[in-house]
């Protein structure tokens, strides 16, 4: 039996996503990013799935021990986002990452302080292969979820917000995993999976100019 959703990592799944991603940022206009994070496709004994970390309560602040991505402020450094993305991975996962493994970048999208950050997909292969040495000082853990379970209705779900007492949007949330995935990194992994899943999977919710205030739940 042919593993779930392989195809979604395939060589013409990439040149096709490859493809949709530099039309897009072609005609990109806008702020530049302030920050990047990397998506990181893989696959776990055979199966297509994404990383995520959970960021260590060592670092205290408003995005302590939640979900998210690899990635972080830009430096002066950096020539670009994919630079940023690719230099966060190493500081945090110990991830030595060529540009060949880079896709191409989503989006800008706000954070909770407005500030745009650049989602950039790239894929790292087989996790196995890998060696991972998250900093602890960063990162507290490092988890996958298999784009099989991200595509499952029964795991998709969505958080209603309300500003200043009236109800203001809903975004995406993604359950039944080791941790939710919510904020703007289930934002990222939703228009993820569009890209990765068109067919089978479409954004029901609006990607905000401005970033969730208030929650309702």
Request: contains cysteine; positive net charge; proline residues 8%.
């Amino acid at each position: 039996m042919a593993e779930p959703c392989a195809e979604l990592l395939s060589s013409g799944s990439e040149r096709r996503c490859r493809a949709r991603l530099a039309a897009a940022a072609a005609g990109r206009r806008g702020a530049a990013a302030v920050a990047a994070v990397l998506v990181p496709l893989c696959s776990v004994r055979g199966r297509p799935a994404l990383l995520f970390t959970l960021r260590s309560r060592r670092l205290g602040g408003p995005h302590s021990g939640d979900v998210s991505f690899p990635g972080g402020r830009r430096d002066p450094a950096d020539g670009d986002a994919v630079a940023t993305a690719l230099r966060e991975t190493r500081e945090e996962l110990g991830l030595e990452l060529g540009t060949p493994s880079v896709w191409g970048q989503l989006r800008l999208l706000p954070d909770r302080q407005g500030q745009m950050v650049a989602p950039v997909v790239a894929n790292l292969g087989a996790l196995e292969d890998l060696t991972l040495t998250p900093n602890p000082d960063e990162v507290e853990e490092v988890f996958t979820l298999p784009l099989a379970h991200l595509l499952r209705e029964k795991n998709q779900g969505y958080t209603h917000f309300r500003t200043a007492g009236r109800y203001g949007y809903t975004l995406p949330v993604f359950l039944n995993g080791p941790h939710k995935v919510w904020g703007l990194t289930a934002i990222i992994t939703e228009l993820t999976l569009e890209l990765l899943a068109p067919d089978r999977y479409r954004r029901k919710t609006h990607v905000l100019g401005r970033p969730p205030e208030e929650s309702s739940a």
